[in-house]
């Protein structure tokens, strides 16, 4: 079966939308793993705690101190973006996103990354101690790179919340929230058909649901054998942070009976889910 996580990459997320000269809006998330543990919308001042285990074990001073110091950067950001574009031959709309975050790798080793998006492709990134222009990024991040290395301060702040923050941050994560992250859900899986492929043709589902963490391996079998035409949805995520997954498979009419589905998932070990297809699943 799928091997359990072993790692939980820790993500923030802004997205920023520039409409025009006064129409702004910057939401923030940031995600563990598969999980959503904060959130910062643009109409609130205050970091949003999704889940019970979002403080960590940082305190509430901490806590009151990356608020402040989030809604500062937040207000600059808007700010220096104004300035920029009356510095740069871009017009409005602009759409900006930013991501950044850190994982613990074992031996006490913590990785951490910094991006920034300028209508979609990458730009910028920060580096050891300065930010530096993307592979193909437009001549004008030039300008935009040598501002913002002027800026002894943030670039400080930056350093300190990449390489100190953010890994104690997910250590103390790791502790307060281990249940919730470490659960195993097991999916429910059903057959059904699909919308004929042809005459002649039948369209078989195997849907599966509710399962927790996101790997699983889904497949029709004829036997022991995987069929070869066996095609993967994309996982989608249910309400509750479980997954769902359909798998189908387009065979001859006659040729359906005896097929099976056969998921495998952490939750279940060694006890794969197999569904038989058996001539009553046409919808
Ligand atoms: C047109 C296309 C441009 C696309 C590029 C996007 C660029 C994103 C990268 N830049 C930034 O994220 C920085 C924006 C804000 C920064 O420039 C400063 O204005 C801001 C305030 O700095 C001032 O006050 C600080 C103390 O509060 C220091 O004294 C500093 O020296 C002084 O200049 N800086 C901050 O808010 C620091 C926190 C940055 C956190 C970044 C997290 C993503």
Redesign the pocket.
Known sequence: SPAPHLSFPFRGL?ISSFANRSWTRTDGLAWLGELQPYTLRNESNTIGFLKPWSRGTFSDQQWEQLQH?FL??RS??TR??WE??KM?P?DYP?E?Q?S?GCELLPRNISESF?R?A?QGKD??SFQGMSWVSAPDAPPLIEE?IKV?NQ????KE??HW?LHDICPELVRGLLQTGKSELEKQVKPEAWLSSGPSPGPGRLLLVCHVSGFYPKPVRVMWMKGEQEEPGTRQGDVMPNVDSTWYLRVTLDVAAGEAAGLSCQVKHSSLGDQDIILYWDGNHVS
């Open positions: 802004q110091t500062v950067y600059s950001f220096d973006i920029f574009v740069l871009s602009l900006i930013v950044g910094l920034a300028f730009v910028l935009v913002l800026d002894q301060g943030t702040t930056v919340l």
